[in-house]
């Protein structure tokens, strides 16, 4: 990630847009309980683990970035939580730098998993994907918001292609159950909730 994309993640405006449209669609209506273990994948600057927090009241959240900066910003970010998450919870996070494709954890650790627009800056991006699966628990929620991209717009952006079919396919080629797959109409953005089978 260049290093305007990381000004932009840790901007107001990145965080307005995630708590105005994105968590609500990311975690809402979800059946997740008060002792669960809530993974957060490229966790950026650290709104997402306060968004987590805010909507679902998790035993714990641990946030994975593999950009150690972005750590460092999370960590500084929740220490000094900005007006909207003052009464939001902060001693249940914790932020760890490790790659997505190579998660420290051990099978069935997390309850849930989340990411915000991640996937699409990850080459390997299946292999996220199939450590997602393989951490959390048998019915364990994967709810995510990812952006539908074409060779045309990796090549001008930067970011790798995702298609609709191919993502349908890695997740249910995993063992996922879709539950939703919502498909923006004017945005190349999709909102996914699915579901480790049992």
Known sequence: ???????????????Y??????????????????DSICLE???????????????????????VDIDPDMIKAARRYISRP???????????????CQDAAELPFPDAHFDAAF?????????????????VFRVLKPGGVFSFEEFLLSTSAENRLGHVSIREAELREAL????FS????????????????AVKGV
């Open 1 to 15: 990630m260049h290093f305007i994309e990381k000004l932009f993640i840790r901007s107001p405006l990145r965080v």
């Open 17 to 34: 847009f995630q708590r105005k449209f994105e968590a609500p669609m990311v975690l809402s209506n979800l059946n997740v309980s008060k």
């Open 41 to 63: 994948i490229g966790c950026g600057g650290g709104a997402g683990a306060l968004l987590i927090n805010q909507h679902l009241d998790c035993q714990r959240v641990i946030g």
């Open 82 to 96: 900005p007006r909207w998450a003052r009464n939001v919870r902060t001693d249940n996070i914790e932020f760890v």
């Open 115 to 131: 990411l915000f627009g991640v996937l699409d800056h990850i080459k390997d991006w299946q292999a996220v994907i199939a450590e």
């Open 172 to 175: 249910t080629g995993q063992g």
């Open 178 to 193: 879709i539950r939703s797959f919502q498909v923006m109409k004017y945005i190349p953005r999709c909102f996914v909730r």
